[in-house]
């Protein structure tokens, strides 16, 4: 069973950044394909990037060229550097790997405020 932790978020003004960590224990996530997903107060779950077990990689229309999906192997871990935040992107966000039965964690709060 997998369990998925993330961490990193915060406040930061706008234009700022951050770097948002997934943490995974239980098993190796090294074969999967993993995503980042955020969902804004009063708003449906959306989904922000992907990575695939070979790293390639694909975003969100809103995030492209400002955020950056990645992942660590030897630390089961996936990262999402975010540049250039804006307010828009105030929102709990989420791992998981899309398709499988992996439970959601508990989130990370992002909000991008002056």
């Known amino acids: 069973q997998v369990q998925l932790v993330e961490s990193g978020g915060g406040l930061v003004q706008p234009g700022g950044s951050l770097r948002l960590s997934c943490a995974a224990s239980?098993?190796?996530?090294?074969?999967?394909?993993m995503a980042w997903y955020r969902q804004a107060p009063g708003k449906q779950r959306e989904l922000v990037a992907t990575i695939t077990s070979r790293r390639s990689t694909n975003y969100a229309d809103s995030v492209k060229g400002r955020f950056t999906i990645s992942r660590d192997n030897a630390k089961n871990t996936v990262y999402l550097q975010m540049n250039s935040l804006k307010p828009e992107d105030t929102a709990v966000y989420f791992c998981?790997?899309?398709?499988?039965?992996?439970?959601w964690g508990q989130g990370t709060q992002v909000t991008v405020s002056s």
């Open positions: 239980g098993r190796t996530i090294n074969d999967y394909t």
């Open positions: 998981n790997a899309p398709g499988t039965s992996i439970g």
